[in-house]
């Protein structure tokens, strides 16, 4: 069983809709969660940090972290043709990564129809 | 400014050379990592440095070996290159809170 799993779709949905993405996990030893943007032949891009279960929101982003269920999601709201990019979900023990690094998700390929 | 940088942005070269990518972050960060994606897009550490001390190598091959100048600079040694070594490298540092990536260097073996 691989650490972090998730969905690589590709997810399509039009123009508006609200989007979900997940992520489950295995290691408990887990505290910081995070999702990343990914464009075409670019770098991963920080989109939302949490720190525990909890939820967070940023604009039209939320994301959401439930430790129990070992299970961490990615609202979007109002999506727009621009939000079309892979969205990768990463997780550490330590702030920051540390030492272990970021541990990611392989990705969900998200496409936004105009 | 760019935070995290790094050259070349590709790279295409033939088996059995030696090679290396550079890194370069003005952030002030202390810690460095680099990481590898493969054609599947998965993203996976390779590398931590710490003030210039490496912290952590998961069983990355022998061929590859980091070296750290300074605390802004980590860069990535591949000797003998392999086919398998194809792939999107990715240098990071690292705040308090999270890690910023730079825009990835493309390595093609042929």
């Known amino acids: 069983q691989k650490e972090v799993e998730q969905d690589p779709g590709p997810l399509s949905v039009p123009e508006g809709a609200i989007v979900s993405l997940n992520c489950t996990y295995s290691?408990?030893?887990?505290?910081?969660f995070m999702w990343y943007r990914q464009y075409s032949r670019k770098g991963p891009e920080l989109l939302m940090y949490?720190?525990?279960?909890g939820n967070k929101e940023d604009g039209r982003f939320t994301a959401q972290v439930d430790k129990s269920s070992k299970y961490i999601s990615l609202f979007i709201r109002d999506s727009q043709p621009s939000d079309s990019a892979t969205y990768l979900c990463a997780m550490s023990t330590y702030s920051g990564g540390g030492a272990d690094g970021l541990t990611f998700g392989k990705g969900t390929h998200l496409i936004i129809q105009p | 400014d760019t935070a995290v940088s790094q050259t070349p942005k590709y790279l295409v070269t033939q088996m059995g050379n030696d090679k290396s990518i550079k890194c370069e972050q003005n952030l002030g960060h202390d810690t460095m990592y680099w990481y590898k994606q493969d054609s599947k897009k998965f993203l996976k550490i390779m590398f931590s440095y710490n003030n210039k001390e490496l912290i952590i190598n998961e069983t990355v091959p022998n061929r590859f070996s980091p070296k750290s100048p300074d605390k802004a600079h980590l860069n990535l040694h591949i000797n003998s290159l392999e086919l398998g070594d194809s792939a999107v490298y990715f240098c990071?540092?690292?705040?308090?809170?999270?890690?910023?990536f730079g825009p990835g260097t493309r390595l093609t073996v042929l």
């Open positions: 290691n408990s030893a887990f505290q910081y």
């Open positions: 990071a540092s690292s705040s308090r809170d999270t890690q910023y």
């Open positions: 949490t720190y525990s279960s």
